[in-house]
């Protein structure tokens, strides 16, 4: 035990010392063309860096999480630090240090009624109030809750419920509400079994309307290995989840879709080429996902790229869309506002070059009028950067103090069982050079609770810091 506390405070201290150390002296590059702010480096380790995430609040806060760890993603033995610090603007906060459980991989977060929620792994939840202090009592869990593949997504309901949308290990599109009265999560409702025989569900995301209508989205990849993709799907459920349409998006060769929705009913819908296929899609819905548009080629295939994460959407406060990705090295960003034509696209991160590895970006709008973008280089480096919009923003809410309730597991309540309508047979998946997969990893076994482990790094590290 003493040697893995040892461990543990080792890769903490050396990773959470040289980012406080990056945090305080990094210096921001120069102003980029087009309104968008320096380059800013909010960190840079030894090890990999992946899965960030970015959630803005209706408090005017924007939160940053993302992962690290010292070896591959997904080696036995190997802790994953999930990194959060938080926007109070202009300035960013020292990095705090989670360890979770696990050596899969995956992260996703939301902001509900009670305060922000993180699903690491697909399916451990953890939680805290709404603007978390730098202190390991701000935040609770995890709470273990379904056998899940770790592209999973945690979305909002217009109640202020969170929601959680996963691809099961045995086959099965899942959707889970926590109430936020009671913070206990309440029994899986199915969404459908996957369409093709064999297939595992990952990449799940998920969205809602104004009214309360859910959409989401998936990918289904071939069994055994995890590849090739098979097909993307959406769903819609204007009952909580009762019942459910379902339709095919695309067959084979395309994969990390993304849905967000807007105002008077208004989805859409954003995916990607593999590579070898490439290219980024476009489909969007007037009718709350009823009837659908044509889909509209945002990048064309067959110029680079592949699976380098899902195309982010924001939706600014008069109803513009704004569709971030990236693609040989560069993050590309375009626009269009209502009723107008795809802006082309730019290159914001062009005054870092173009020879590195440049992927998973991703992105939040903060008060309606501001982008926020989270995004890695070579693996070791985060990046943020924002862009005002000349839009109206919406006034931040007060920060209440809400007692935090303790979210209950649920109980082993298997989803209830769904006749759902055969889609089309298009007949065998395309053979595609494999590339790149989603993790197919379970939830490791285990109850050691974050809180005890984040105190003894952040016991270790005020130790440290008393001798220098």
């Not at 199915?190 to 025989?197: F, I, M, R």
């Not at 991160?349 to 973008?373: F, K, R, Y």
């Not at 209950?408 to 309540?413: E, M, N, Y």
């Amino acid at each position: 035990m003493n040697k893995l506390l040892r461990t543990l405070w080792r890769l903490a201290a050396g990773g959470g010392l040289l980012g406080l150390m990056v945090w305080a002296g990094a210096r921001p590059l120069r102003a980029q063309e087009g309104g968008w702010a320096p380059l800013e480096l909010l960190y840079e380790g030894s090890g990999r860096v992946d899965f960030p995430v970015l959630v803005a609040d209706a408090y005017g806060q924007v939160h940053a999480f993302w992962v690290f760890a010292e070896g591959e993603f997904g080696t036995a033995g190997t802790p994953l630090l999930v990194y959060y610090s938080r926007l109070d603007s202009p300035n960013w906060q020292p990095l705090d240090i989670f360890i979770a459980r696990g050596n899969g991989n995956g992260l996703t977060g939301a902001a509900g009624a009670n305060g922000l929620g993180l699903l690491v792994n697909g399916g451990d939840f953890v939680w805290s109030g709404p603007s978390p202090k730098r202190t390991a009592k701000e935040w609770y869990g995890p709470v273990s809750l379904q056998q899940a593949y770790p592209n999973a997504d945690l979305g909002t309901a217009p109640d202020g419920a969170l929601w959680m949308a996963y691809g099961t290990t045995t086959g099965e599109i899942d959707v889970q509400r926590q109430d936020p009265s009671t913070g206990q999560w309440e029994a899986p409702r199915l969404v459908g079994d996957t369409a093709n025989a064999n297939a595992a569900p990952d990449w799940v995301k998920v969205a809602f309307s104004e009214d309360g209508t859910l959409h989401v989205v998936w990918s289904e990849f071939q069994l055994p290995n995890g590849w090739p993709p098979m097909g993307l799907y959406y769903a819609r459920s204007a009952d909580n989840g009762a019942t459910w349409n379902r339709q095919r998006l695309a067959t084979g060769g395309y994969n990390q879709p993304n849905v967000v929705t807007g105002a008077d009913g208004a989805v859409y819908l954003t995916w990607t080429g593999i590579a070898g296929v490439a290219g980024k899609y476009f489909q969007e819905s007037q009718d709350g996902g009823l009837t659908w548009g044509e889909v509209e080629t945002l990048l064309p295939g067959g110029t680079g790229g592949g699976s380098e994460g899902p195309p982010n959407l924001a939706v600014d406060s008069v109803g513009g869309l704004h569709v971030i990705y990236s693609n040989l090295g560069c993050l590309w960003y375009l626009s269009r506002a209502p009723g107008g034509e795809w802006s082309e696209p730019e290159c914001i991160s062009a005054e870092l070059g173009q020879g590195q590895v440049l992927e998973a970006p991703t992105m939040a709008i903060s008060m309606g009028n501001v982008l926020h973008v989270l995004f890695w280089t070579e693996r070791r480096q985060m990046w943020h950067t924002s862009l005002t919009l000349d839009v109206p923003g919406y006034a931040p809410l007060e920060i209440p103090i809400i007692p935090t309730a303790t979210p209950v597991p649920p109980t082993a309540t298997p989803a209830p069982t769904a006749t759902t309508t055969p889609l089309p047979d298009f007949g065998p998946a395309p053979t595609t050079e494999m590339v790149t997969g989603p993790g197919l990893f379970s939830i490791a076994a285990g109850a050691a609770p974050v809180v005890v482990l984040v105190l003894l790094v952040l016991a270790g590290r005020r130790r440290g810091l008393d001798r220098r």
